[in-house]
């Protein structure tokens, strides 16, 4: 994925009341990203932006 492509999605409350919000990503992003449901994402703002990236998991496997 390049540098300057840019994503849009809206979040939904959880209504659960945790202040939690549910991104749901397009399908297209998911397969360019090599993303599966389940995996996790961190967060930064980064110049005003919300940048979620595939956290990797560092642990070895068992």
Same mark, same amino acid.
């Given at each position: 994925?390049?540098?300057?492509?840019?994503?849009?999605?809206?979040?939904?409350?959880?209504? @659960?009341?945790?202040?939690?919000? =549910?991104? #749901?990503?397009?399908?297209? &992003?998911?397969? /360019?990203?090599?993303? +599966?449901?389940? @995996?996790?994402?961190?967060?930064? =703002?980064? #110049?005003?932006?919300?940048? &979620?990236?595939? /956290?990797?998991?560092? +642990?070895?496997?068992?």
């Amino acid at each position: 994925m390049s540098e300057n492509e840019h994503w849009t999605v809206k979040c939904q409350d959880t209504a @659960d009341g945790s202040g939690d919000v =549910i991104v #749901d990503l397009p399908p297209e &992003l998911l397969a /360019k990203l090599g993303l +599966s449901l389940g @995996d996790e994402l961190t967060i930064e =703002i980064i #110049d005003g932006a919300i940048v &979620l990236k595939p /956290k990797r998991n560092t +642990s070895p496997s068992p």
